[in-house]
């Protein structure tokens, strides 16, 4: 650098330097004051700059908002980094909000974790509210539906369950079932998107699984999604999650090519085949919106949602429906005679379900108190709106304590009890189907796109294994800690071991 520069520099820098403090202070009195228009919900303090990221340190999610709703009411606030966030944790304001102003609520936003797993957001769970993700939802649960009508579901199901019993059984003494239970789920998603099954040996499975076992501790960023800035200058934990989301990528788009190649319009034989069909129909349309929102990109990101939203929950699910039914031996008993009478020891299949009452409102209620997405996925609010009685201005995120709701003595009974009967109708012999406070698949335009196929898989897993099987807590651990280990974004049971024995 010439001298000459070196002035021009000094001169530069002396000049722009506090004009550039000027215009942050100036951006922070106006953020400050364009705040105080509004009547925030309540929360708790937080420090300049990073606002409440400390109060997690040691905490979870689940866990810190609980105790702030204790604190500070339903709705809450709070804020990571420049990002506001709010916290619903009644009914009555999840239906306000979710519902009725269900539009104003129905965003997503764009973290850098959420984009980074969903090639910038263009799969449904994390994708901004617009008429192409409306469209993507339906095409998915449509494609969902084709599978599932006509007995060949149940019949796949069944295929997958005596797999499950014949490895159960084959084990000695007590043993951590957990990998069993994830190959149910797993082996009936991997068949519905791609066709076929993995044995529970296979190297696929084994690998996927440790990935499904430690991607809620691995997926999450916490520091790049309070401070975006910090993508210049990743995290460890960062990278190692581009590098997950990368490898599992690589597996979906394995078979989604070699799907394109065998596509035949009229033999649509798995879930890939009938979004190809859906987005065929798109780009052959006029609609030039949809065009854009459903290209190969979003097709691969819908099979993604599918693959690991339906893995994810229901294997925790499975393990919490056993390790409860062994902890509970009186209600599993009351299972198999159920499953006895209704099924005659024939293949369970739709023509019995009316006679599975008992064994679905366990379930029910397993999911009530354990519910494996706790908190939900986080929304965006699309503008300023209202919730509680509060102001929520737009590009809030907003996130519901399920387990807080479905556990609320406000509208049950004895909440922290295992009561299956809660879900009964009157006469005992039908299902409660409207239960205002049973959300495990959450309500309104964002909803669970996966709770009809969610609900028949664990259904006929369970009957199907317990129809052969008996399972007891391990007798060196007899009453094992119920309290769910609560990760950042799901709630699993702790190790449990079992002793599976085949009926008689
Ligand atoms: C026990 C099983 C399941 C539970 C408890 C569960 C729960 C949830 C919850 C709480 C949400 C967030 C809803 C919201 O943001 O308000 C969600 C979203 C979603 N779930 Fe599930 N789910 C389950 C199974 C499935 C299955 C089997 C699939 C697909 C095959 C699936 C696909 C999705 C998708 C794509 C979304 C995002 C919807 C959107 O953002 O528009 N889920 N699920």
């Not at 295929?159 to 043993?175: C, D, H, M, R, Y």
Request: net charge neutral.
């Amino acid at each position: 650098m010439s001298l000459a520069d070196l002035v021009l520099a000094v001169v530069w820098n002396l000049a722009t330097l506090p004009g550039i403090a000027a215009v942050l202070i100036a951006g922070l009195i106006y953020r400050w004051l364009s705040q105080n228009k509004y009547k925030l919900p309540p929360g708790p303090p937080g420090l300049p700059l990073i606002g409440n990221v400390l109060d997690f340190r040691g905490s979870t999610l689940t866990k810190k908002t609980l105790e702030w709703k204790g604190k500070y009411g339903d709705v809450i606030h709070y804020k990571m980094g420049f990002r506001r966030w709010v916290v619903i944790s009644s009914i009555e304001a999840l239906e306000e909000a979710y519902l009725q102003r269900g539009h104003d609520f129905a965003s997503k936003p764009h973290v850098p974790s959420l984009a980074s797993f969903s090639e910038d957001c263009n799969n449904i769970a994390f994708a901004p509210y617009s008429e192409a993700l409306r469209y993507r939802r339906k095409v998915a649960m449509q494609a969902m539906r084709q599978f599932l009508t006509g007995s060949q579901h149940t019949e796949r199901i069944h295929q997958v369950v005596q797999t499950a019993v014949s490895n159960l059984s084959a084990q000695k003494g007590s043993f951590d079932p957990h990998r069993f239970f994830s190959h149910v789920i797993f082996n009936l998603i991997h068949d519905l998107c791609f066709g076929y099954t993995l044995d529970v040996d296979d190297p696929n499975y084994v690998r996927l699984l440790s990935i499904f076992d430690n991607s809620n501790l691995q997926l999450v960023s916490f520091w790049e999604d309070a401070f975006p800035i910090l993508l210049y200058w990743p995290t460890r934990r960062f990278q190692e999650a581009t590098r997950i989301v990368e490898e599992t990528r690589a597996y979906i788009k394995k078979h989604i090519d070699q799907r394109q190649k065998q596509f035949r319009e009229d033999k649509l034989e798995n879930l890939i085949d009938n979004i190809f069909l859906a987005q065929k129909v798109v780009v052959e349309g006029e609609d030039e919106t949809l065009k854009a929102g459903f290209t190969d990109l979003h097709t691969r990101n819908i099979i993604r949602d599918i693959f690991f939203a339906g893995i994810a929950t229901s294997r925790q699910t499975l393990d919490w429906i056993f390790l409860v039914l062994a902890a509970n031996q009186k209600a599993q008993n009351k299972i198999h005679e159920e499953i006895d009478k209704a099924t005659g020891g024939a293949v369970p299949g739709r023509e019995h379900r009316t006679d599975l009452v008992y064994t679905e409102t366990v379930i029910m209620e397993v999911m009530r108190l354990y519910p494996v997405v706790p908190m939900g996925l986080p929304h965006e609010t699309m503008c300023d709106t209202q919730v509680g009685g509060y102001d929520v201005p737009a590009k809030t995120v907003i996130l519901v304590n399920q387990y807080a709701i479905m556990r609320d003595p406000r509208h049950w009974d004895n909440p922290e009890v295992f009561k299956p009967e809660r879900f009964l109708e009157e006469n005992g012999t039908k299902v409660r189907t409207r239960l205002q406070s049973w959300i495990p698949f959450s309500i309104g335009p964002r909803n669970c796109i996966g709770e009809f196929l969610a609900r028949q898989n664990l259904l006929y897993s369970v009957v199907g294994l317990l129809q052969q099987l008996h399972f007891d807590l391990a007798p060196e651990n007899p009453q094992p800690d119920m309290t769910p280990e609560d990760t950042w974004f799901d709630l699993r049971p702790r190790p449990y071991k079992l002793v599976v024995t085949r009926r008689a």
